[in-house]
């Protein structure tokens, strides 16, 4: 009974990644088109996809070849997430800097920031909603930017107490949190100039190389302009990696589904077709516009995307309800299916669930922390002291909400902008704060 339920849900994920696929690939053809691949990397990587896929649509499923370029794209996007983490140190940095070079931004306003009003202002934001993820997201948010003045006894207290949420939970889940935290805190940094990262590894030794104490005008206005560049090169690969580990996830997920699905002749065909002109203007490498022809099959596909999905959530069977079938090749196409479709397009699908997980008990929490914190206070003893209070900032604001009441919130907001006797950096915080709120009450 159970193996017609999978099947059942099983096709209902070869229909809809068909045709995601379908959509996905002529969208990718446009962009690449448009833009060209925004690294070397990508175009490396695409060139293999093309290959795989033209192999499938001729009847192969080369699971190998698929596997192994999914990990690629995986460690592709890390490097991308790692430079993004250190260059958003910087912009910590440079924003808190800017009026010092840029007066004109407080329009002719030159009054001594006022905390107890800001910090008003801050209070009336966070509890401006009822739901309490907003309000906890909102928290976050305000932390990210508000000025750091912690010694580091203080600061890793703060983090073994929000660590603490996770003590009787999954080792798994403990983890995760703790790569992140080393990615805020350097301990991932690029060292090299890895192929197709030669001019972010530039940048980012310029902006390590500054003295942010004696900048000069001419300097802040080089920097602020080479993380600019930055930035939008890490939103345009981040952007293509993110379609193109889509259209990898959809392509495992027909070669996991394809051979116990049932699928209307005609409609497949039309799909292949499809697929397969995309694909050969891709190895074509003529780079021109997709043809009138193609383009009118897309009308074969609409609502069939949304109709789909929902007989796949309809259908619905989680894995994790089927004990004892772990050894069912069924359950093994099911519960990667499940991680390929679950929104998180780079999720590793190595392993099975453990019967009973490793869980999170005191002493595992000490020597997590432990080990984390020599960590990163050996990366903490190259950088200045401006990017160590960038760090902290970014760290307090990913981990989960510390705070055990709203007032608690309020004293620690209040004690941030009173300990900060920078006023260029307390009225850069003022703006910054105001700016986002205004823009999310929009």
């Known amino acids: 009974m159970e193996g017609k339920r999978i099947k059942k849900q099983l096709s209902a994920a070869c229909h809809y990644a068909y045709v995601r696929l379908a959509l996905n690939y002529y969208t990718y053809y446009e962009t690449i088109f448009e833009e060209g691949f925004a690294g070397q990397r990508l175009e490396e990587l695409s060139g293999r996809f093309h290959g795989i896929l033209k192999g499938f649509l001729d009847g192969k499923r080369d699971m190998e070849s698929l596997d192994a370029l999914r990990e690629e794209a995986i460690r592709e996007m890390e490097r991308t997430t790692a430079y993004t983490d250190s260059f958003q140190a910087y912009e910590y940095v440079l ?54 003045r912690l010694t580091k ?39 090299t100039a890895e192929p197709g990262y030669e001019g972010l590894h530039e940048i980012l030794g310029q902006l390590k190389g500054a ?111 089927l004990e004892g079938q772990q050894d069912d090749p069924l359950f093994e196409a099911l519960r990667k299916t499940e991680l390929l479709m679950s929104g998180s397009s780079f999720m590793s699908l190595d392993g099975h669930r453990e019967a009973e997980e490793e869980v999170v008990d005191e002493a595992l929490l000490d020597r997590e922390e432990k080990e984390l914190f020599e960590h990163i206070t050996e990366a903490w003893r190259e950088q200045p002291r401006v990017l160590v209070r960038a760090s902290m900032a970014s760290i307090l604001s990913s981990l989960p909400v510390f705070f055990t009441s709203l007032d608690e919130t309020q004293s620690y907001i209040r004690n941030s902008l009173e300990s900060c006797s920078d006023e260029f950096e307390r009225k850069a915080f003022d703006r910054l704060i105001h700016e986002i709120m205004s823009m999310e009450m929009m």
């Not at 070079?101 to 329009?107: A, G, I, K, R, T």
């Not at 920031?113 to 009822?130: F, H, P, Q, R, W």
């Not at 939970?169 to 703790?178: F, I, N, S």
């Not at 799909?271 to 383009?295: C, H, M, N, W, Y």
């Open 95 to 148: 924003n808190r800097l800017e009026l010092r070079f840029s007066p004109q931004l407080l329009d002719g306003r030159d009054e001594v920031v006022d905390s107890e009003a800001l910090t008003a202002d801050i209070m009336n934001y966070i509890t401006g909603t009822k739901d309490v993820a907003v309000m906890n997201e909102r928290i976050r948010t305000v932390l990210s930017q508000l000025p750091v």
């Open 153 to 191: 006894q203080k600061f890793f207290s703060m983090v073994e107490e929000a660590l603490r949420v996770y003590k009787g939970g999954p080792a798994e889940g403990l983890k995760d949190m703790l790569y992140i935290l080393g990615a805020q805190a350097f301990l991932y940094e690029p060292k």
């Open 211 to 321: 003295d942010y104490r004696s900048l000069t005008a001419e300097a802040y206005r080089s920097l602020a302009g080479r993380l600019e560049e930055a930035g939008h090169t890490l939103l345009d690969i981040s952007g293509d990696m993110q379609l193109f580990a889509e259209l990898v996830n959809d392509l495992y997920v027909l070669c996991l589904t394809r051979d116990t699905s049932m699928m209307d002749v005609s409609e497949e065909r039309e799909i292949k077709g499809l697929l397969s002109d995309i694909q050969a203007l891709f190895t074509a490498g003529d780079k021109r516009p997709i043809p009138e022809e193609v383009t009118e099959k897309l009308t074969f596909l609409e609502g069939k995307q949304e109709a789909y999905y929902e007989q796949w959530m309809r259908s619905s069977v989680s894995s994790d309800t």
